[in-house]
């Protein structure tokens, strides 16, 4: 199997204000839930649930392993202001949906978070990036503060979290992979 796709991030010195957010956004481990405001909002997200799942069948294959990380995305990305999809495409491009993906620069899981990120805003505990909900929350969390960083530049923003800032192959990938999963 190829290595995963992360390029070398850099940890970079964060504001006291930036560390705290992003601690206190990966602390909560409440397991993902969807709120809905009305019926309407409930049937957008069964038909968003129902369409991915269908498309991402053939890379995961097992029924409720799939669901649970749909929804997972879902409640993450959402979490953090992101589109699902985005993070789809993402995800598609970093670890081609591999839970267990380590990249040759280290990075780790679905979202290929780097794991210097487990000491500058979590417990340390590098393992825990192997893990579903950990691993999607702290790539969301991460991707959210680049895109705060860079004034909501998205392609800026892609670069920075891939370690490739500057550099159109990785943000122009993301992006065509995102297209997939609107």
Excluded: H
């Excluded at 192997?130 to 680049?146: H, S």
């Amino acid at each position: 199997m190829p290595p995963a796709q992360a390029g070398n991030q850099k940890e970079e010195a964060l504001a006291d204000s930036v560390r705290l957010a992003l601690s206190n956004a990966i602390k909560d481990a409440t397991p993902p839930t969807p709120t809905f405001r009305d019926p309407s909002e409930r049937a957008r997200y069964q038909n968003w649930l129902d369409t991915m799942s269908y498309r991402l069948k053939r890379k995961l294959a097992d029924d409720q392993t799939r669901n649970e990380f749909l929804a997972t995305v879902w409640y993450e990305a959402r979490r953090a202001g992101l589109d699902p999809g985005m993070v789809l495409g993402l995800i598609q491009v970093e670890s081609a949906y591999r839970k267990y993906a380590v990249s040759l620069a280290g990075a780790r899981g679905y979202m290929q978070v780097m794991p210097f990120w487990t000491g500058v805003i979590g417990d340390s505990n590098r393992r825990a990036l192997f893990d579903m909900q950990t691993n999607l929350r702290y790539g969301c969390a991460i991707l959210r503060m680049y895109i705060d960083m860079e004034a909501g530049n998205l392609y800026l923003a892609l670069g920075r979290y891939n370690g490739s800032r500057g550099k159109p192959e990785y943000p122009n990938a993301v992006l065509r992979a995102w297209n997939n999963w609107k």
